[in-house]
T-cell receptor, first 116, second 114 residues
Framework: DTGVSQDPRHKITKRGQNVTFRCDPI?????LYWYRQTLGQGPEFLTY????????KSRLLSDRFSAERPKGSFSTLEIQRTEQGDSAMYLC??????????????FGPGTRLTVT | KQEVTQIPAALSVPEGENLVLNCSFT??????LQWFRQDPGKGLTSLLL?????REQTSGRLNASLDKSSGRSTLYIAASQPGDSATYLC?????????????FGKGTLLTVNP
């Protein structure tokens, strides 16, 4: 299997601009997760999908954030009207409930967002 | 609300030393615990996953133990090498066994000196 991929790896944007990140999960993984990690902290859960259905969103995910997973394959995370506090590493992970390691999440390399 | 604490926050050891990293969690009703490694500026690599019914897991020089009743896990690294230098993160799943929401500690930054 190829691993989880994320694009772009780095994004610098000005405050107020919109940004969109993409995550491609491991092939045939039906679960996809988004986390956010700030400097010196562990990742914090944002949202997750099972196939194309978004089943939970954290309170961290304000109205400016939206995530989609059309057709249950890749996912996008959009941040509108970015703020400096949005600067963080955005991590995507995937897992398969049908595999022998159903509970294990595999992470991508992350997208580092810097809002200036 | 689940809280995960990792001690120490940073650790520096000479090459070849055996070491233990600690993880504690406040809500013992967990289903799984996972240890990850994170290199600077990179994503997370899963090292070991312990299901709640297990007490330990081993992979090469790594051994992770779980004591649910006391809310503790340890990661033992034998014969440390400079390539082991990284941040080690512990994460617990107490989302009803569906593993859709991991709660992470802040990590332990390990430096192994040649």
């Amino acid at each position: 299997d190829t691993g989880v991929s994320q694009d772009p790896r780095h994004k610098i944007t000005k405050r107020g601009q919109n940004v969109t990140f993409r995550c491609d999960p491991i092939s045939e993984h039906n679960r996809l997760y988004w986390y956010r990690q700030t400097l010196g902290q562990g990742p914090e859960f944002l949202t997750y999908f099972q196939n194309e259905a978004q089943l939970e969103k954290s309170r961290l995910l304000s109205d400016r954030f939206s995530a989609e997973r059309p057709k249950g394959s890749f996912s996008t995370l959009e941040i509108q009207r970015t703020e400096q506090g949005d600067s963080a590493m955005y991590l995507c992970a995937s897992s398969s409930i049908t595999s022998g390691r159903a509970y294990e999440q595999y992470f991508g390399p992350g997208t580092r967002l810097t809002v200036t | 609300k689940q809280e995960v604490t990792q001690i120490p926050a940073a650790l520096s050891v000479p090459e070849g030393e055996n070491l233990v990293l600690n993880c504690s969690f406040t809500d013992s009703a967990i289903y799984n615990l996972q240890w990850f490694r994170q290199d600077p500026g990179k994503g997370l690599t899963s090292l070991l996953l312990i299901q709640s019914s297990q007490r330990e897991q081993t992979s090469g020089r790594l051994n992770a133990s779980l004591d649910k009743s006391s809310g503790r896990s340890t990661l033992y690294i034998a014969a440390s090498q400079p390539g082991d230098s990284a941040t080690y993160l512990c994460a617990v799943d107490n989302s009803g066994g569906s593993n859709y929401k991991l709660t992470f500690g802040k990590g332990t930054l390990l430096t192994v000196n040649p």
